[in-house]
Nanobody, 123 residues
């Protein structure tokens, strides 16, 4: 069994910063792609940023230059440093991890999502 848990959300003023963390635990052999997604009230979930195991990154245009995604493969952990936050960044932020689990006979990949962490940007 695999657990994916986000942390680090909260209330911050416009222009402020937050750092989100996502940790995977349990039957994790390795993790391929990881990513952050967000969903604002009344809107669809959207991609914020992704990172490959090798460190290649991709960002939504709305966060480029303000957010930085990173990961620590040894700790099965991913981070999202969010700077210059705007009210429109307010949303629930979700972690995605493509986790590889290994058994005696095979290895297989499955997508896991965290439960979400709330980020509110308001004065």
């Amino acid at each position: 069994q695999v657990h994916v848990v986000e942390s680090g959300g909260g209330l911050v003023q416009p222009g402020g910063s937050l750092r989100l963390s996502c940790a995977a635990s349990g039957s994790v052999f390795s993790i391929n792609a990881m990513g952050w997604y967000r969903q604002a009230p009344g809107k669809q979930r959207e991609l914020v940023a992704t990172i490959t195991r090798g460190g290649n990154t991709n960002y939504a245009d709305s966060v480029k230059g303000r957010f930085t995604i990173s990961r620590d493969n040894a700790k099965n952990t991913m981070y999202l440093q969010m700077n210059s936050l705007k009210p429109e960044d307010t949303a629930d932020y979700y972690c995605h991890a493509a986790v590889v689990t290994k058994t005696l006979s095979a290895a297989y990949q499955r997508d896991y999502w965290g439960q979400g962490t709330q980020v509110t940007v308001s004065s």
